[in-house]
């Protein structure tokens, strides 16, 4: 059974950093690109950060760009997300999801095979 689980949410003001972490079992992470995805209340689920399967490439909202930072531990088969320099408008609950050796579409939410169940990141002003 494969499970992806996020962790590393919680309440920040703004300016502050926040590493979301993504433990995935029942896959081997070195075969998947990780991707993740946000949803604020009354929008809809939108990209934020993708790695492809190799780790050779990254992307990036252009809203995140230059403040998050995506990786993945293949050996901890762990995804990351380091958030810096946080901002209200960054409050939502993240996902990560997983793509079987995905190089490309990995902005797209439908390409994705796997999902985690998300986890809370809240930006005071």
């Known amino acids: 059974q494969v499970q992806l689980v996020e962790s590393g949410g919680g309440l920040v003001q703004a300016g502050d950093s926040l590493r979301l972490s993504c433990a995935v079992s029942?896959?081997?992470?070195?075969?998947?690109?990780m991707g993740w995805f946000r949803q604020a209340p009354g929008n809809e689920r939108e990209f934020v950060a993708a790695i492809s399967w190799t780790g050779g490439s990254t992307y990036y909202a252009d809203s995140v760009k230059g403040r998050f930072t995506i990786s993945k531990d293949n050996a901890k088969n762990t995804g990351y997300l380091q958030m810096n320099s946080l901002q209200p408008e960054d409050t939502a609950v993240y996902f990560c999801a997983a793509d079987y050796r995905a190089v490309m579409r990995l902005r797209v939410q439908d390409e994705y095979d796997y999902w985690g169940q998300g986890t809370q990141v809240t930006v005071s002003s």
């Open positions: 029942g896959l081997i992470l070195n075969n998947y690109a």
